[in-house]
């Protein structure tokens, strides 16, 4: 028999830990009693996000945290962290995400996406740490032939550099476990993840004109933003907008800590997908998020958007049977979390002006 280390035993490096799902996961792993260091060049996210961090675990927990602000790709402040930290394993959000932008920024794309996986990994090996949870996405299934999406269906060329960053560094990875059969990697494919902390306290906080559905929508309720961009309303799906698998952000938290339970002990590479298996349309997150405000948003039909598919969502069966995870919100719950947020944080993590 296998001896599982406890969490109060085991040390958990999260890149990007101070992002959106980075944030509400080091929630979870702290409450679960692990060990927690982030790395965050705080390139997308506030380091106020620590304060509010604490606010919600209390002060044993955030005993267990530290930070450091540094960039994954600066290969010599890696090798401090891991000099002086303990690390078991990684969690490894920290990437730029703005698919639209990467589209215009391709060099950033790769050599942040790609390049610090590698100086990650490559980090990793000389200190004797193979374990990785990845953050990849539901975009390498591209259009799908069929729906629901299991860990089976086809990946499929990628239409923006982001999309190919998720594509090849799920690959690198696999590459490592061919390589060296100590590596213990696990994909995690997100489909939308929306929400946010129950509290208020966390939640997203885009800089710029979000990319996403949800903090648009949340910025429209609050007055930041006129109108709900709709981009296309006659594609084949009930009301002609487009269908994605949304997923509370507290839900995909909870899925990393089912993920690194289970992959404790284990080698090779494995993939999970982590959605609720319901497709929503954009009019009725535009109907829910309105029902959660208390007030109808305004939303303008547009073109539809290169790159955007029809609809997809999720069979999660997998993640179910082996993780023994499955999501627990729905869309109410969501929309709820995120206008909460919203609505005590107009401004975000900013200071109101
Ligand atoms: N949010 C989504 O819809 C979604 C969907 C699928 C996959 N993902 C992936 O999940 C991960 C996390 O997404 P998120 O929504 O929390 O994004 P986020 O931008 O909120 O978080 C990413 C974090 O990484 C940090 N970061 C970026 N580059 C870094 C670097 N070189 N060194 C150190 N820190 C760096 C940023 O400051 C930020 O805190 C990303 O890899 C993203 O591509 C997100």
Redesign the pocket.
Known sequence: MTHKKSPADTCVLV??G?????SHTVVCLLKQGYQVVI???????SEKVLDRIDQIVGPEAAERLSFYR????DREALECIFDEEPVDCVIH?????AVGESVQKPIEYYS?NIG?TLTLVDAMRDHGVKSIIF?S?ATVYGDPDALPLTEESPKKPATNPYGWTKWMIEEILRSLTIADPEWNVVLLR?F??IGAHPSGLMGEDPKGIPN?LLPYVAQVAVGRRDAVHVFGDDYDTPDGTGVRDYIHVMDLAAGHVAALAWMEGRTGCEVFNLGTGNGTSVLEIIKAFSAACGKELPYVIEPRRAGDVTANWADCTKAKELLGWEARYGIAEMCRDSWNWQSHNPNGYEEEQ
């Open positions: 890149t990007g101070c992002g959106f799902i980075g790395v965050d060049d705080l390139s997308n996210a540094a960039d994954v790709n959000f920290a990437g730029y995400k942040n610090n953050s996405s997100y939308n993840p996403n």
